[in-house]
């Protein structure tokens, strides 16, 4: 699926060249002012977003000022684009969360450049935290904002783990959110829906339970809420490209 990258300009030439230049690579999504945008994030899923500073009704710093400081968008990368090129005023758009400054005109490869990298890194870090079984979960934040709703998220499903049915409403409710923002926090911040990441939480769990050598495999599949060893053995080996068995014996070996 491409990622969704959200354009914000008021001038429609600029709107259409960035575009024209991306679209082969992404999703878009356009707006003319930060107001308008706003109203796209609140029903759109966006991977990344690239305002222009100069802009009426909204403008990009305070277009950025509110999507950083807001706890269901602060993970997004920001690139700002501006034809003020002074130093005080980069550090102010920096200063605001901005996670790239890029100066008109720019270079085509440049911007590239940027929002490759922007994504890449993000992704590196979203795979290894879900192949690595003792990764922790706020590896994965982005802002102190994303870290301490990581960290609830996290303690949440542990606290009700044996539950084999728990779910994205499930999950909602003692969370006190609605589906939806749940939803789209969760997937936005880890590219994992909450059903996938509820599983890979229990496969860490238990891998954190095979190491201590405490409990027996079918022991540690009822604790973390697998209905049956084998699907508990099955997920294990695909999360972890090795099996609960060949796990236990690599620790004692390491131990």
């Known amino acids: 699926m491409l990622a969704s990258i959200l354009l914000v300009d008021d001038d429609e030439d600029i709107l259409y060249f960035l575009e024209?230049?991306?679209?082969?690579?992404?999703?878009?999504?356009?707006?003319?002012?930060?107001?308008?945008?706003?109203?796209?994030?609140?029903?759109?899923?966006?991977?990344?977003?690239?305002?222009?500073?100069?802009?009426?009704?909204?403008?990009?710093?305070?277009?950025?000022?509110?999507?950083?400081?807001?706890?269901?968008?602060?993970?997004?990368?920001?690139?700002?684009?501006?034809?003020?090129?002074?130093?005080?005023?980069?550090?102010?758009?920096?200063?605001?969360?901005a996670d790239a400054y890029i100066e008109k005109p720019f270079s085509k490869v440049h911007l590239e450049a940027q929002i490759s990298n922007l994504l890449s890194n993000r992704s590196i870090i979203r795979h290894y935290f879900a192949n690595s079984p003792f990764v922790n979960i706020k590896s994965i934040s982005h802002s102190k904002a994303d870290e301490l709703f990581l960290d609830k998220l996290h303690l949440t499903i542990l606290s009700n783990i044996e539950d084999e049915n728990l779910d994205v409403e499930n999950l909602a409710d003692i969370m006190c959110m609605s589906r939806i923002t749940l939803y789209r926090k969760i997937k936005s911040i880890s590219d994992l829906t909450p059903r996938e990441l509820i599983s890979i939480t229990r496969l860490k769990k238990a891998a954190e339970l095979l190491a201590q050598g405490k409990h027996r495999i079918n022991e540690v599949s009822v604790l973390v809420g697998f209905s049956s060893q084998s699907n508990f053995a099955r997920n294990f080996q695909k999360q972890f490209n090795c099996t609960p068995t060949e796990y236990m014996i690599s620790k004692k070996i390491k131990s």
């Open 20 to 97: 024209r230049i991306l679209k082969d690579k992404y999703k878009i999504l356009k707006a003319q002012d930060g107001q308008e945008a706003l109203c796209i994030l609140e029903k759109e899923v966006v991977q990344l977003i690239i305002s222009d500073v100069m802009m009426p009704v909204l403008d990009g710093f305070e277009f950025c000022k509110i999507v950083k400081s807001n706890f269901e968008f602060s993970h997004i990368p920001f690139i700002l684009l501006t034809a003020k090129n002074t130093l005080p005023f980069k550090i102010e758009g920096l200063d605001l969360g």
